[in-house]
């Protein structure tokens, strides 16, 4: 089991930024993949972006394409998320995931509270 750690939430304008980070201990070294995941208020939890551990390919949600940067620290086993232009329809929860080579995101942190005030 990975353990994650979400941290840099917070209040910040339209337009503004942000970086997320989430740490990572346990067994880090069975990790493929870790991602960003996010739910709004009454919406149900939607994916954002994710990173492949070992060789750094990406993929994000059109939503966040071009705005959104994830990267990742494999020496600190911490995954981030830049977050750029920021919109009201951004304002959530945001949880980092990992998974191993098999399955589904199966480990997740607590999540972090994005707010983007209009």
């Known amino acids: 089991q990975v353990q994650l750690v979400e941290s840099g939430g917070g209040l910040v304008q339209a337009g503004g930024s942000l970086r997320l980070s989430c740490a990572a201990s346990?067994?880090?070294?069975?990790?493929?993949?870790m991602g960003w995941f996010r739910q709004a208020p009454g919406k149900e939890r939607e994916f954002v972006t994710a990173?492949?551990?070992?060789?750094?390919?990406?993929r994000y949600a059109d939503s966040v394409k071009d705005r959104f940067t994830i990267s990742r620290d494999n020496a600190k086993n911490t995954m981030y998320l830049q977050m750029n232009s920021l919109k009201p329809e951004d304002t959530a929860v945001y949880y980092c995931?990992?998974?191993?080579?098999?399955?589904?995101?199966?480990?997740w942190g607590q999540g972090t509270q994005v707010i983007v005030s209009s």
């Open positions: 990173i492949y551990w070992r060789g750094g390919s990406t």
């Open positions: 346990g067994r880090t070294f069975s990790t493929y993949e």
């Open positions: 995931a990992a998974r191993t080579i098999v399955g589904n995101f199966g480990s």
